[in-house]
Structure formats: C-alpha cells, structure tokens
C-alpha cells in the first residue's frame, strides 16, 4: 500500500507528488522500494530518487538502482521511464538518456543583487500580489495565450503538446492539495491580471516553482516579485530550499540564476521500449519550462 501522504512530504522533485500527478494525468500511483512509480497500462515512469535527503550515500543510491531493476521487471511492460539523477543499470544499450538539473534557491534567499532589487522595487510600485488557490476565468485566459505564443516559439524554446495538456489542467492541480498555492499579481492602475505562478509548498523541506504565465504588458519586473513572493512564503513555512525546475536552456537558466539557484540535484531520464509494440512513448510528459 503506497503512503502518498509520506511520499509527498518528502518530495523533491515534482514527480513525487501524487496530487500533482494524478491530477494532470491518468497515471496510477504504485511503491517500488523506496521510490514512487507511475503505470498507465503498460507505460511506466519511476522517479528512482532516494526517499531522503540529497547528497546520497552509496547505499541510498543502490536502492534506488534496485527499484529501477525492479520496475523494469514489472510484468506486462512494454515502455518505462526512469526519472533518476543517474543513468540506471538496468537501462539497455539503445535506452535514450536526456541530462538535466533541478535548478533549486536555498531558503532564507540570497540577496538579491542590486538590478534585481530596482526591478522588485519598481514592480512594487505598478502591481498587488494576492495569494490563494482560486482560479478564474481571468487567469485561464492568461494562461491560454501566454500557451499559444509558447508554443509558436522557435526552437527548443517551443512548448511541448505534452507540456501544453499539463498546463490545461492547472485548476484540477489547485484543487487537489492544500500546500499548492496560487499567486497572482495585478495592475494597480487598473486591477487587471497581468500575471500568475503555481507554488508548491505541500513538501516539509522544498518548495517548487511549477508553473508561470505572464501578459505581454505585465510591468517591468512581474516575473520577478512573483519568484521573490513565493520564496517568501515557503521561507514563513520553514522550508529549506525552493526547487525552479530545469535548466532546460539559455533564457531559463539565466532567469533562474540571478535569484542565486544552483544546479542543485542531476535529473537524467532515460526511457526505452522492454518489448516490441505498437506507438511511442513520450516520456517527456512531466517536461515543464518555467517563463
């Protein structure tokens, strides 16, 4: 029987939140060892990280090596993707391993350097933040164009359909569990919602940053007092360090940096196919790109 409310206290990376999960998929929540897996019929994704605290010991590592060993042995299996930060033994020759790294603040925040402090301090004079769960009609409209000009972004900066289908279910995701928070900023001037982000501060040690729209005529300096106002609350609740997500790429990593994040846990993903079938497996379905 699989404790989600343990797992979720313990998360560090978001696919080991169950609320989240099952709200923006049809996957189903099963216990592999120590780690949390993932199954739609015969399609699996194993987040294969340690259930404790990074940096790993050996033997923390074995385990989750040996949950990977395990997954794949699952009867009924065709596809599976291992979320891990290392590339697991189990995986064959062909399997495909993509790199990355979870891009995480340490709380109490650093201190902003001086540009991003004239920047929070101007969008404090041209916006209000509120923070609650409750989604509006506004905020689906704001979603579904800064969505639309996402996905109409050349190159590697282009939002997946995959990613897009998550971001359809953000409201479902609000409505699942208490920690998950909504945090909208609007113009002074005229009320208008000009910007949102979704924290998550269901996990007693990280805090996650998943997701961000933002309105072409949002005031300099939005993006920013939105990361500055999540930080904060996940600071109040005593929380440790604030995962961003990926690096993903250039413009991403630099937005992350500044707020002094770090490449803080490796996140490789390393899929393939156990037995021949029919269709593919897209096993980048958790992929989320912070703007």
């Not at 399609?43 to 949950?67: G, H, I, K, N, S």
């Not at 299996?77 to 697991?88: K, M, Q, S, Y």
């Not at 939005?222 to 999540?230: E, K, M, N, P």
Request: proline content about 8%.
């Amino acid at each position: 029987m699989v404790n989600l409310d343990d797992m979720a206290a313990r998360a560090i990376v978001p696919e080991q939140l169950p609320h989240y999960v099952q709200s923006v998929s049809a996957l189903r929540p099963l216990q592999i060892g120590p780690c949390l897996g993932w199954r739609l019929a015969d399609r699996l994704v194993l987040a294969a990280f340690p259930d404790r605290e990074p940096p790993y010991t050996p033997e923390a590592l074995a385990e989750a090596e040996q949950a990977a060993a395990e997954a794949a042995a699952l009867p009924g299996l065709r596809h599976i993707a291992v979320l891990a930060p290392f590339r697991p033994a189990a995986a064959p020759a062909h399997a495909v391993t993509t790199r990355d790294a979870c891009w995480a603040v340490p709380l109490p925040a650093p201190a902003p350097a001086a540009k991003l402090r004239n920047m929070l301090r101007r969008a404090r004079r041209d916006i209000t933040i509120t923070i609650d769960r409750t989604w509006t009609p506004d905020h689906a409209r704001l979603r579904d164009e800064a969505v639309r000009r996402l996905c109409e972004a050349p190159g590697e900066r282009a939002l997946s359909l995959e990613a897009a289908s998550i971001y359809a279910r953000i409201e479902d995701y609000l409505a699942a569990g208490p920690g998950t928070l909504l945090y909208s900023a609007r113009r002074i001037i005229d009320g208008e919602l000009c910007a949102c982000a979704v924290g998550d501060h269901t996990a007693y040690a990280t805090a996650f940053y998943m997701f961000a729209f933002r309105a072409p005529t949002a005031p300099p300096g939005t993006a920013d007092a939105l990361v500055a106002a999540l930080l904060a609350e996940a600071d109040r609740r005593g929380q440790r360090r604030c995962n961003l997500g990926l690096g993903v790429h250039d413009g991403i990593r630099f937005f992350k940096k500044k707020w002094g994040a770090r490449p803080w846990l490796p996140f490789l993903e390393t899929a393939w196919t156990i037995s021949r079938g029919s269709g593919g497996w897209f096993s980048r379905i958790f992929r989320r790109a912070a703007r």
